[in-house]
């Protein structure tokens, strides 16, 4: 079994920063995958951002050049650095693992940006 921790949403003025992490911990091998995703009210969950084990990285073509995605193996922990945050970025961000033979979700971390 998987537990996930997620940490680092919050309220921020547009402009404004923000670092969410996810330290995933239990009967971890190894992680293929760790990606976030985000909801926003009444719409689909989109992949935000997502890193495999081997350093590959994917963002959405609306974060580009504003979000960076990490992750220290070490650790079992993924990170999203969240820079020149927009209102549009109001979402509730979820941490995503691919264990291989399974694969966890987050329970969500709040993000809300003002205009």
């Known amino acids: 079994q998987v537990q996930q921790m997620e940490s680092g949403g919050g309220l921020v003025q547009a402009g404004g920063s923000l670092r969410l992490s996810c330290a995933a911990s239990?009967?971890?091998?190894?992680?293929?995958?760790m990606g976030w995703y985000r909801q926003a009210p009444g719409k689909q969950r989109e992949l935000v951002a997502a890193?495999?084990?081997?350093?590959?990285?994917n963002y959405a073509d609306s974060v580009k050049g504003r979000f960076t995605i990490s992750r220290d193996n070490a650790k079992n922990t993924v990170y999203l650095q969240m820079n020149s945050l927009k209102p549009e970025d109001t979402a509730v961000y979820y941490c995503y693992l691919d264990l291989g033979a399974i694969s966890s979700w987050g329970q969500g971390t709040q993000v809300t940006v003002s205009s």
């Open positions: 239990g009967s971890i091998f190894s992680i293929k995958f």
């Open positions: 890193i495999t084990s081997g350093g590959n990285i």
